[in-house]
């Protein structure tokens, strides 16, 4: 049993003599010390960090210049946009990411590269359902939510355009975990960053117009995503096609193998209900924040924006993760497995937790970045006081997610997450509409469900 350290647990002769054809990179991850081998792979998702921090900063930052209303709007739809975001890179596309790397693992090429192609298939079919489903409930929900006039109509130029083009996000994201993996990292998040520098670039001149081009709007947001998107999508479609990836996508085959995609629900259904969950929790909350006034909904929405930048750093270190995990747990090195997954568990947790302290610290950093309005920036550090301190259980708890997708069973900790909505949102829920304890109750209960749900998936791994 390992004790959670960094160190390298004694490899099987047997194990090592039977995969000699092993790729470089394969043996790598079955070998290499295992704190050097994590860094080693989340180096290049480093990059991936900045990009989506990029995206979730400057959309706000470029969005807001156009007033409160056009920035309330686009905040009302950002928890969707993300929820398809995350689906792709970690609910579904983590599933695809192990799939990969336990075939690859138990010298199963052939299977990969099957795998690979289902993949595709599957990035088409659920930019086709979110499609379909926020472009028809988009507008009920936003209501809901507190969305009326200039605020819902924001909200609606951003969405349309984002959903309708929802397959650049899916797709982009999809075929990245298939390169995933391979353990081939830096690929993947050079074409990320790449999409996204140019999301930024494109954006403010689409949203505020510039020569020829008409001032879109928040909608010049959406279309700047949805073409970036694009882009990325086709520059890797062809670097699995015809470029030196360990795997290949085989149109000659079509990709009718069912197994294959019970082999990504599997663990992408409980990992879709993960990224649900998350996503859910601050698209209540906001609805809740709302209650209060427009300018506690934004100031909310805004500090949150933080909170959607520690998915994408556990997604930096939890992609290596699931590639590590997945291969050794392939090649049936289990205690390997298990000392990978607290190592990563504790260094995911360590991020986090120096993120969220510093803007706690300083919070006005964060929060001038999107306004200047006083009682936004009240409202936004209250949250960064209040929630920062806790991301270092929020960062524990997903990096154990992350493990659980290298083994192929996320079940324990989506369950562990699902408590995130009756301590988060309810709580929240209660505070204000029972207890009037306005923004501070809001956001005590928020640190209260990061608590519980690193603490709870703490002792899953333990006693797994």
Not at 27 to 34: G, Q, S, T
Not at 219 to 232: C, R, T
């Amino acid at each position: 049993m390992s004790n959670g350290t960094a160190s390298t647990p004694a490899l099987n002769p047997a194990t090592a003599a039977a995969r000699p054809t092993a790729a470089a990179r394969t043996k790598l991850l079955l070998e290499r010390p295992i704190l050097r081998t994590l860094l080693r792979l989340s180096a290049p998702n480093v990059l991936n960090l900045a990009a989506i921090a990029g995206l979730i900063t400057f959309d706000g930052l470029f969005v807001g210049r156009l007033g409160p209303d056009a920035l309330a709007g686009v905040s009302l739809a950002f928890p969707f946009i993300m929820f398809v975001q995350h689906v792709a890179a970690s609910g579904v596309g983590g599933a695809v990411s192990s799939a990969i790397a336990r075939a690859l693992g138990a010298g199963a090429r052939d299977r990969a590269n099957d795998l690979a192609t289902h993949a595709f298939a599957l990035a088409i079919g659920l930019a086709f359902v979110f499609s379909a489903l926020m472009l028809t409930l988009g507008p009920t929900i936003y209501r809901w939510m507190g969305g009326h006039g200039p605020v819902l109509r924001a909200a609606l130029d951003y969405s349309t355009v984002a959903f309708g083009g929802a397959i650049s996000i899916c797709m982009l994201n999809i075929l990245a975990n298939v390169v995933r993996g391979t353990g081939n990292m830096a690929y993947p998040a050079a074409v990320l960053v790449a999409s996204v520098l140019a999301h930024v670039v494109i954006s403010p001149l689409l949203i505020f117009g510039w020569g020829p081009l008409p001032s879109l709007g928040p909608a010049g947001a959406g279309w700047g995503l949805v073409v970036s998107f694009g882009v990325g999508s086709v520059v890797l479609f062809f670097h699995l096609r015809r470029g030196p990836s360990l795997v290949r996508l085989a149109f000659s085959r079509l990709p009718r193998r069912w197994d294959l995609y019970k082999e990504f629900f599997r663990v992408g259904i409980p990992g879709m209900v993960n990224v649900a969950i998350n996503n859910l929790a601050v698209a209540v909350v906001t609805g809740v924040a709302g209650h209060l006034g427009r300018d506690a909904a934004i100031g909310y929405a805004m500090g949150a924006r933080l909170e959607y930048i520690m998915i994408p750093l556990a997604f930096g270190f939890g992609t290596g993760l699931v590639a590590m995990v997945g291969t050794n747990w392939g090649a049936r090195q289990q205690q390997r497995a298990r000392a990978i997954a607290w190592t990563g568990a504790g260094t995911i947790a360590a991020a986090c937790g120096v993120v969220g302290l510093f803007f706690a610290l300083f919070p006005g950093l964060w929060m001038g970045l999107f306004t200047t309005e006083d009682e936004v920036i009240r409202v936004g550090t209250l949250y960064l006081q209040t929630v920062g301190p806790m991301y270092a259980l929020h960062g524990l708890g997903m990096a154990i997610y992350f493990a659980m997708q290298g083994v192929g069973n996320v079940l324990p900790a989506v369950l562990a997450n699902s408590l995130r909505l009756p301590v988060g949102a309810g709580g929240a829920f209660a505070c204000v509409m029972w207890l009037g304890a306005g923004p501070l109750g809001i956001f005590a209960a928020i640190a209260c469900s990061f608590l519980v749900y690193g603490s709870l998936n703490a002792y899953l791994l333990a006693r797994s």
